[in-house]
């Protein structure tokens, strides 16, 4: 059984998918079972810096960056995308970078919702970011 919002990729074509409706079959691609995308948690300060989202709440909304230290935007190295997500998941906003654009997410919103953030690096996984108020 599939969770909203998880994400899945395809081992040989690279098709990555959101769940947005949850059901019981397997997601298939290419003719191969296609593999979840678990949330990198690695301990490693260097890793963690460039790529663990920053939530900041301003008078608009927040600003999300992509990390502590600037995450890498070359076409080698780079986020494809960041995501604002609320808590209780019924509201989801999706940045689709370019290389050499600024890891950054805007969202402006009056919710009391807070939010929490995942971005994906082409290399290095996905990384979240729960808000703490
Ligand atoms: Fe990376």
Known sequence: MT????????????????????GNGELVCCGKPMELINTNESDLKELNDKHVPLI???????????????????????????????KDFKYVKTKFLSVEEAPELNIKCKCENSVWARALCNIHGLFKKEFDE
């Open 3 to 22: 969770k909203k919002l998880e994400l899945y990729r395809c081992s040989v074509c690279e098709n990555l998918v959101e769940v947005l409706s949850c």
């Open 56 to 86: 900041e709440k301003n008078i608009e909304g927040f600003t999300i960056r992509v990390g502590a230290t600037v995450h890498p935007m070359t076409n080698e190295h780079h986020i494809d995308f960041i995501q604002a997500i609320s």
